[in-house]
C-alpha cells in the first residue's frame, strides 16, 4: 500500500478525516482517491460535469481514442482542465506490448507525461489482462524511464513481481472491464494489498456504489472506474455517489470494522436487568 500512511486503522485520529488522509504515488500526493475515465460519455460537456462532481483529481485518458492535440476537433482539454487534473494516459484497446509501448512513447512525446497506466488485453469476449504481454510492456516503459502504473489480474504473484519490476501502483481488477459485476475475488485482492508496498487500486468491474465502498474497506489505496460513471442513467449524480462511497469506505477501512462472529451479542448490557 502507499508508503506514507498518514493514519492507521482504528486509531481515532481527531478533525476531518477525509480532509487529512492523504495517498501518494511516484511522488505526488492526492487527496481524492477516486480516478475517473473521460470516455463512453454522450459528449465532452457531459464529462467535465461527471468529473466535477466526482471530486477526482486524477483522470485517465485514452491516448488512442481521444483527441488531445487537433484544435480543429472538439478537444477534452477545454471541459477537462489539465492544469486542475492529473491527466494518466493509458493504453485502453491495445492487445500487444508493441501496441501499449508505442501508444505511451507517442503520448509522452505530444504531452510530455511520464506517469502512465498501462494495460495490455487479451481477446473478448473478457478482455482479461494478457499478462505476458503486461510484464513485457511493463519491462519496456520501465527502461525508458516511464513511471507506470498498471493493470493486471488479482493473481498476488503476478502483482508482486510487477512491483518488484518498478511499477509504481499494481491496478488489479474487480471483475471484467465494463462489466459492472463488483468485486468478484475479495480474498485474492486483500492478499495483493497486505503484501503491496506500493499503492494498490481496484480497475475495472465497478458498478455502482456499494462496489466501490467495499473496494475501499478491503484496504485498496484508491478506485480507478469509467462505465460505472457514464453508463449510468444520471452520470453526473452517480459521480457524487461514488465520490461518497470511495470516501465512506475510506474512513470504514480507517476505523477497522467489528469482529465476525456466528453468535449474538446483544448491544445492551445484560447485568442489572429488571426481574
Given amino acids: 500500500m502507499d508508503g506514507i500512511q498518514t493514519t492507521a486503522p482504528g486509531s481515532g485520529a481527531p478533525g476531518d478525516a477525509a480532509l487529512e488522509d492523504s495517498w501518494e504515488v511516484a511522488g505526488r500526493r492526492f487527496r481524492s482517491r477516486l480516478i475517473v475515465g473521460t470516455g463512453r460519455y454522450k459528449d465532452l460537456e457531459e464529462t467535465g460535469r461527471a468529473i466535477e462532481a466526482s471530486g477526482a ?17 472538439p478537444m477534452l482539454q477545454d ?3 489539465p492544469r486542475r487534473y492529473t491527466y494518466l ?59 507506470v502504473m498498471v493493470y493486471c489480474s488479482d493473481d498476488p504473484i503476478a502483482a508482486k513481481r510487477l512491483e518488484e519490476m518498478g511499477c509504481v501502483a499494481i491496478m ?10 463488483g468485486i468478484q475475488n475479495p480474498v485474492m485482492l486483500r492478499a495483493i494489498i497486505e503484501n503491496a508496498k506500493v499503492p494498490v487500486l481496484v480497475d475495472a468491474g465497478v458498478g455502482t456504489a456499494s462496489d ?14 469509467n462505465s460505472a460513471i457514464a453508463h449510468a442513467r444520471d452520470p453526473v449524480l452517480m459521480a457524487r455517489a461514488m465520490k ?3 470516501e465512506a469506505g475510506r474512513l470504514a477501512w480507517r476505523a477497522g470494522r467489528m469482529p465476525r462472529q456466528y453468535v449474538a451479542d446483544p448491544s445492551s448490557p445484560t447485568g442489572g436487568l429488571i426481574r
Fill in 79 to 81: 471541459h477537462v482542465d
Fill in 212 to 225: 466501490a465502498a467495499i473496494a475501499m474497506e478491503l484496504g485498496c489505496d484508491a478506485v480507478l472506474m
Fill in 244 to 246: 461518497a462511497a470511495v
Fill in 89 to 147: 494516459p493509458n493504453t485502453a484497446g491495445c492487445f500487444t506490448a508493441q501496441d501499449a509501448v508505442r501508444t505511451l512513447r507517442l503520448a509522452r512525446e505530444a504531452g510530455g507525461w511520464n506517469l502512465v497506466k498501462l494495460e495490455v488485453l487479451g481477446p473478448p469476449p473478457f478482455l482479461y489482462p494478457d499478462m505476458r504481454a503486461t510484464f513485457e510492456a511493463a519491462e519496456a516503459l520501465l527502461r525508458d524511464g516511464f513511471q
Fill in 172 to 181: 488489479p481488477l474487480g471483475a471484467p472491464i465494463g462489466s459492472g459485476l
Fill in 57 to 73: 483529481e486524477i483522470v485517465t485518458v485514452a491516448v488512442r481514442r481521444v483527441n488531445l492535440s487537433d484544435p480543429g476537433a
